[in-house]
């Protein structure tokens, strides 16, 4: 299951109504992806210059996306997982708007009778999810608003996973 | 053809949608970036690193020989970052 | 953090718990381990045989444990996975006493500033715990109690993150 | 010296813990092994398969080899089973 929406999700819920009157679950596993107060590549204070600054800090984060091909890309990324592994139940949410420092963003969960079922399939899920799903970060900090670049980390996590035949590139 | 612009793209372009009607000569992504980027300088600018621009014909991934024709819904965005 | 307790626990009330006023976290990775109402090497009805029966059809599961081992094996678990990942936050819940299926038997939490090592020291501290803290499961199935013969997969699994040299074999 | 058991070396047994003194000659985790194999049938039948069976020494794991002396805790048990 999908769900793109702007406000919030309660873990606690969500997880609980995945493995809920299922009992042939075994393992769960979950990914929350967080906003950072700083910026992935910000280093520590800028001793050369003296003027103590970090750079990178994050005040907020907009989501940008793209409704209709976000859905059906996630759909379509859900299903793909379902094919590669055994799996009893998933769930995907990703929010768009404006979040804070320590906001929620998304949500990933597998559940499946074999545990290594789930952690495979929550990390591929997240993987692709991330290279795939037409999301845009725009981060602002005391410079100003900054679109965040894609990292080539995130291309070699996807890549682990083999390609698939419908996202160019 | 509907043209839509996410993150940056649509930041540089100044727009976030818009309808054109290219010549019948564009029939192709990449003819259609090239007929893009003539329409203003904001469009020349934002389209000039092509390696930096993804293309989605009717909500699919596209590379730059797949074919466009009137009624696409075409959508140029940056590298996805969500997650 | 590690807890052993014969309660219930509440997964989204640990989880925010972790991540609270933290917002250096950039990623938390979470596994539950429940009950099952099949032995993992169940398998279909018995058509040999024409009853029809469910082989390994599980009632209930008693944890039984070794009070003050487990604690400290699972504290040196939890301290190696810091050693091994940046972790801004990691938690262990391993319950004891009888549950029925469909009941949480053990939460692993870990959070990071990057989603990678989330992922690995969760899988880590689960597949560690399996094989090194000192918990043995009691079946009840409609044949009686049966104990739960150790996996190899599961020495397999702890074993790709190296050995120990505390933990004898 | 304080005896525990745990699964089904309890229920084999018929006890989860005992407090035995066993002879000088006794010095490590085999020895007591042995020793206690020696007890009753009871003892002899949940022993009788090493290989399943692991000896934590003052809740540390231990080996055949390692030292016991009066005083320690040593527990036996299959291998673990949680998570």
Known sequence: MIRVQREDFEIGAELDA????????????SFVGLVRDLHPDARTPDSE????????????????????????????????????????ASLVIHRYGRMEPGERIVLVATASAHRQAAFESCQFLIDWLKT?????????????????????????????????????? | MQILYFAWLKTHTG?????????????????????LAGRSEAHAKA???????????????????????????????PPVTGG
């Open chain 2, 47 to 77: 389209l000039r690193d092509r390696q930096a621009v993804r293309v989605a014909v009717n909500q699919e991934y596209a590379r730059p020989s797949d074919p466009v024709q009137p009624g696409d819904e075409v959508a140029l965005f």
């Open chain 1, 49 to 88: 210059s003296g003027e103590g600054r970090v750079h990178g800090e994050v005040r907020a984060m907009t989501l940008e996306h793209y409704p209709g091909m976000t859905e059906k890309m996630l759909r379509r990324i859900d299903a793909e997982a379902h094919r590669r592994w055994p799996l009893e």
């Open chain 2, 15 to 35: 727009t976030g949608q818009e309808t054109v009607d290219p010549p019948e000569q564009v029939r192709d992504v990449a003819g259609l970036l090239d007929w």
């Open chain 1, 18 to 29: 995945l493995t809920r009157d299922n009992p042939g679950v075994g393992g769960l596993c």
């Open chain 1, 132 to 169: 795939k799903a037409p999301f845009w970060k725009l981060e602002e900090t005391p410079d100003g608003g900054c679109w965040v670049d894609a990292r080539v980390g995130d291309d070699a996590a996807a890549a682990r996973w083999g390609r698939d035949d419908w996202a160019a590139e």
